[in-house]
C-alpha cells in the first residue's frame, strides 16, 4: 500500500498547495490502487482517469503559477453515481438511465470542483440508493474491501469501499435511511449524514425528498469534516437549502467533550426483537467509557418513538419515491422500450428498466398514497414522524448528544439477506430517526466485532448540531480501541508509517 | 404472510405504477409487501388523534425569488437526451390508438 492512499484529504491538499507533491503523482498513485483491486471490488461504475489527469495537470499548472486551487487542491474524489455530472453518464445502477448525461452539474459537484478536487469516478449503489448492501445494482454487487464476501452495506457502498480501500480519500454518498452511515461502518469508514438542508439537493437524483440528504466519507473524522465545510451552505437553486454559510468545523474539532452530556438511546441500543448484536453492543459500551474518560457525563435515555421510525420510514420513502420515479416514462430521458402507443410504450420501458426492490418500493409507495389507505398509512406515518421530532426535542434538553450503534451487525455475507426485503430492511433500524427527523448524525468506526470485521458508533445531534457531534466523533476516533481498521492500521500514534496531522 | 394485501391489489397498484408482472412475480411481491405492511402495522396501536403530521423537517418559509428570468437549461442540450425527438419536441407513440 503506497503512502499516498494512508494519507489524508487534508494532508495531500496542503503538499500539493505548497507545491511540495504534484496533483498528478498523487492521481496515478490512487489510479495504480484502483487499477489493483477494482476488479475485485467493483466499487465504480465508471472511471474517468483520462478526465481526471487533465484536471490534475491543471492543478498543478496552477500551483506552479502562484495561484492556490482551494482547501482540497488535488484531492482525488469518488461520487456517488446519483449526482449529476454535465456530459458523464450517471445511472444510479439502473437501467432506465441507460445513456443518459445530465446536462449541469450537481451543486456539490461545483463546489468540490471550485475547491480543487479531482473526479475520478462515479460509484455503484443499490438502484435508485434503494437498500442496504449494494446488491441491487443493475451493473454487479460492490464488495467490502475486508473481506469480499462480505457486503459493504449500502445504498453508497461503493464510495464507502472506494474509501476503504484507498481508491480515494473521500467520497460522496446520499443518506436517506442510512445509506451513507450503515456502509461507513461496515466498511470501517467515516460516513456522515448532515442537518436536512445543510447541503444542496441540486442535481442529486430524487429518492425521498423530504428525507434524501447528501453527506461525506473518508478515512479520518477531520477530512469529513474538511469535505462538509466544502459542500455545505445555501444554494438558491434548492428550497429547501438551510440559509447562511456551512458551519465552521475545523476550528471546533480539537474542543474535546469536556462537560458536554450525552444519552445513550435505549431503545436502538438494546436486545430486542429488532436488536443490536453482542460485539455490536460491547464497542458501543467502550465508546461510552472513552467519551466519559475524556470529561462527558453518558447516561442511558429513552427516545421512545424511534421503535415506530422503520414503519413509518418503509411507508414515507416509498412512498415519496413512488411520486419521484413517476418521471421515468421513457419520453424524455434514458431507456425506451417501444410499443404501438405510449402508454404500452410507458408501461414496457418502465418493466424493463427497473430492478425488483425499485418495483416493490414503487408498488409499497403507490399502495400507501391510494384511495382509502392514505390516512391509515402515509398520514399516520408523517404524524409518527412528529413524534420522534417531540421526542427527540425533549431528550436534547438534557443531552447535548445522543449515541447509538450504527447498525445492528458488522457486514454480513453476501446473498445472505436478498431474499427476504423486510430482513434487509431492519439493517436501517438505528440509523431512520434521524432522517424522519432531519437531524445530522454520524458513523464513527470503534473497534472490530468478532468476525474481525468492523463496527460503527453512531452520534446523534439536534438540527445543525454538527460542530458538537464532530467534537465528540473526534474524541471516539482518537480513542478507537483497534485504530482504524480499513486502512489496516492505528492511525493515531501508528508504528505502521501513517501519516496524519 | 397475512391477507393484509391480496394479489388483486397488487395487481391494481402494479397497473396505477405503469409495471407489468409475471405471475410468479404477483405471487413474490404480493407476499413480501405484505411483510412490510405487518410490520407497519404497529402503528394502528398509536393514537396520533391530536398529532399534526409533519410537512418538512425544520421550520421554513415560503422562498420567493424576484419574477426575472435566470438560467435555464440548454433546449437542444435537454433535447439531446431524448429517445425520440422532431421539430424540438419529444416524439412519443399515438397515445390515442395504436402506431401502424
Redesign the interface.
Same mark, same amino acid.
Do not use: C, E
Given at each position: 500500500m503506497s503512502t499516498s492512499e494512508r494519507t489524508t484529504a487534508r494532508v495531500l491538499a496542503s503538499e500539493i498547495r505548497s507545491g511540495a507533491r504534484s496533483a498528478r503523482t498523487v492521481l496515478e498513485e490512487h489510479l495504480a490502487a484502483i487499477d489493483a483491486r477494482e476488479h475485485e471490488i467493483n466499487a465504480f461504475n465508471l472511471v474517468l482517469a483520462d478526465e481526471a489527469r487533465i484536471v490534475a495537470d491543471a492543478i498543478d499548472a496552477r500551483v506552479a503559477a502562484g495561484e492556490d486551487p482551494g482547501p482540497l487542491a488535488g484531492v482525488p474524489v469518488a461520487l456517488k453515481d446519483n449526482m449529476c455530472t454535465r456530459g458523464v453518464p450517471t445511472t444510479c445502477s439502473s437501467r432506465i438511465l441507460e445513456g443518459?448525461?445530465?446536462?449541469?452539474d450537481a451543486t456539490v459537484v461545483e463546489r468540490l470542483v471550485a475547491a480543487g478536487a479531482v473526479v475520478v469516478g462515479k460509484t455503484n449503489l443499490d438502484e435508485f440508493a434503494m437498500g442496504s448492501s449494494t446488491e441491487n445494482s443493475a451493473f454487479g454487487v460492490t464488495r467490502n474491501p475486508l473481506d469480499p464476501t462480505k457486503v459493504p452495506g449500502g445504498s453508497s457502498g461503493g464510495s464507502a469501499a472506494a474509501v476503504a480501500a484507498g481508491f480515494t480519500p473521500l467520497a460522496l454518498g446520499s443518506d436517506t435511511g442510512g445509506s451513507i452511515r450503515q456502509p461507513a461502518a461496515l466498511c470501517g469508514v467515516v460516513g456522515v449524514k448532515p442537518?436536512? !438542508?445543510a447541503v444542496s439537493r441540486y442535481g442529486l437524483v430524487a429518492f425521498a425528498s %423530504?428525507l434524501d440528504q447528501i453527506g461525506p466519507f473518508s478515512r479520518t473524522v477531520a477530512d469529513s469534516a474538511l469535505m462538509l465545510e466544502v459542500i455545505g451552505g445555501h444554494d438558491?437553486r434548492d428550497?429547501?437549502s438551510?440559509p447562511g454559510p456551512a458551519a465552521d468545523l475545523s476550528s471546533v474539532l480539537d474542543h474535546g467533550v469536556e462537560g458536554l452530556r450525552i444519552g445513550i438511546i435505549e431503545e436502538l441500543s438494546g436486545d430486542g426483537l429488532e436488536g443490536v448484536a453482542d460485539d455490536v453492543r460491547a464497542r458501543l459500551h467502550e465508546a461510552v467509557v472513552a467519551l466519559e474518560a475524556a470529561g462527558a457525563t453518558v447516561a442511558s435515555t429513552s427516545v421512545p418513538s424511534t421503535?415506530?421510525g422503520?414503519?413509518?420510514y418503509?411507508?414515507v420513502a416509498p412512498a415519496e419515491a413512488?411520486s419521484n420515479l413517476?418521471r421515468y416514462?421513457?419520453?424524455?430521458? !434514458?431507456?425506451?422500450v417501444?410499443?404501438?402507443?405510449?402508454?404500452?410504450?410507458? %408501461?414496457?420501458t418502465?418493466?424493463a428498466g427497473?430492478g425488483?426492490e425499485v418495483?416493490?418500493r414503487?408498488?409499497?409507495g403507490?399502495?400507501a398514497l391510494?384511495a382509502g389507505y392514505y390516512d391509515?398509512?402515509y398520514?399516520?406515518?408523517?404524524?409518527?414522524?412528529?413524534?420522534i421530532?417531540e421526542d427527540f426535542a425533549r431528550a436534547y434538553g438534557e443531552f447535548d448528544l445522543l449515541l447509538s450503534p450504527t447498525a445492528p451487525t458488522t457486514a454480513f455475507p453476501i446473498g445472505e439477506k436478498t431474499a427476504?426485503?423486510?430482513t434487509m430492511?431492519l439493517n436501517d433500524v438505528c440509523t431512520i430517526p434521524s432522517n424522519?427527523?432531519?437531524?445530522p448524525a454520524m458513523s464513527v468506526p470503534f473497534g472490530v466485532g468478532e468476525d474481525g470485521m468492523p463496527v460503527g458508533v453512531q452520534v446523534l445531534a439536534p438540527?445543525s448540531g454538527e460542530p458538537t457531534m464532530f467534537r465528540a466523533a473526534k474524541v471516539l476516533e482518537a480513542a478507537a480501541p483497534d485504530g482504524h481498521p480499513a486502512v489496516g492500521g492505528k492511525m493515531a500514534g501508528s508504528p505502521a508509517g501513517v501519516r496524519h496531522e | 404472510m397475512t391477507d393484509r394485501i391480496s394479489k388483486e391489489d397488487v395487481a391494481h397498484v402494479a397497473d396505477l405504477a405503469r409495471l407489468t408482472l409475471t405471475d410468479e412475480e404477483l405471487d413474490a411481491f404480493t407476499g413480501q409487501l405484505a411483510d412490510v405492511l405487518d410490520h407497519a402495522a404497529d402503528l394502528e396501536a398509536l393514537d396520533l388523534a391530536d398529532v399534526e403530521p409533519m410537512t418538512h423537517p425544520l421550520p421554513m418559509r415560503n422562498v420567493l425569488r424576484p419574477d426575472v428570468v435566470g438560467e435555464t437549461s440548454d433546449r437542444a442540450e435537454v433535447l439531446a437526451c431524448a429517445p425520440s425527438v422532431e421539430d424540438e419536441q419529444f416524439r412519443v407513440p399515438p397515445v390515442l390508438g395504436e402506431s401502424p
Open positions: 443518459w448525461r445530465p446536462p449541469y442537518t436536512y !438542508g %423530504s438558491r428550497s429547501t438551510v421503535v415506530y422503520l414503519s413509518a418503509y411507508v413512488s413517476a416514462d421513457g419520453v424524455r430521458f !434514458g431507456l425506451r417501444d410499443a404501438p402507443n405510449a402508454g404500452d410504450m410507458n %408501461s414496457a418502465r418493466t427497473f425488483d418495483k416493490r414503487i408498488m409499497l403507490t399502495y391510494s391509515a398509512y398520514g399516520k406515518s408523517q404524524k409518527v414522524r412528529t413524534l421530532l427476504d426485503p423486510m430492511y424522519l427527523a432531519g437531524h438540527a | -
